[in-house]
């Protein structure tokens, strides 16, 4: 029994640090998400490129190696004078990915509402501003929400990532405990994952339900 609660104790200890990773890059990633899908959608031909090819290698190189990018690169090229702290580093790296993945989510709602009811708006004599938020902007939100809820989900379970760069999160510990010839809390940390998954899906039902009126 005493062995059952030290484990429980380090692994809730460990799944802080999780949590803290999944908190802080959620209250980031999905603003700064926002600024690089305006970006990405600008007539300005070479900041649309740019965002572009932002976008495109952020999304198309593994999270596992940005960590590694960000911890390692800076000490390297300026010959040990500078480095990100490890939680730092991995902040800084699961922020950017995640707001290149929310950037093309915003895009994609944004860009699927029907230039009729831009036009619309314009022709009841409604300003720009105006047609957004009182018109485009809940039929967008109706409309990511399944999208970003996924995504969502996928940072809970990413933050496992950050062992790579030593940073004691739960699956550290537990494999930790695995070198001492315990098994079990390997799969004891899945319950932690599942529960906070569980808990998100409800609550995501639950803001698509509400929403059902936005038919869009």
């Known amino acids: 029994m005493n062995e059952f609660i030290n484990v429980t104790q380090q692994l809730f200890k460990g799944f802080g640090e999780n949590c803290f990773i999944f908190a802080i890059t959620l209250l980031l990633a999905l603003p700064l998400g926002l600024i690089v899908s305006m970006g990405s959608m600008s007539k300005f031909k070479p900041l649309k490129w740019l965002t572009k090819a932002f976008v495109w290698v952020i999304r198309g190189t593994p999270l596992m190696l940005q960590l590694f990018v960000v911890f390692y690169i800076p000490p390297l090229v300026s010959n040990g004078g500078f480095n990100f702290p490890r939680m730092q580093a991995a902040l800084i790296a699961f922020v950017i990915n995640y707001a290149a ?97 569980g808990i998100l899906t409800l609550l995501f039902s639950f803001i698509e339900k509400k929403l059902d009126y936005y038919k869009g």
């Open 101 to 197: 993945y929310f950037s093309e989510i915003y895009r994609g709602g944004i860009e699927s509402i029907p230039k009729g009811q831009y036009e619309a708006g314009q022709v009841l004599g409604m300003k720009k501003s105006q047609i957004f938020f009182k018109v485009v902007l809940m039929q967008v939100v109706k409309r990511i929400t399944a999208p970003i809820g996924n995504e969502i989900i996928t940072l809970v379970k990413d933050t496992s990532l950050a062992s790579v760069i030593a940073i004691p999160e739960i699956l550290m510990n537990a494999k930790d405990f695995s070198m001492e010839g315990l098994i079990w809390p390997l799969f004891y940390s899945a319950v932690f994952f599942l529960t906070f998954c």
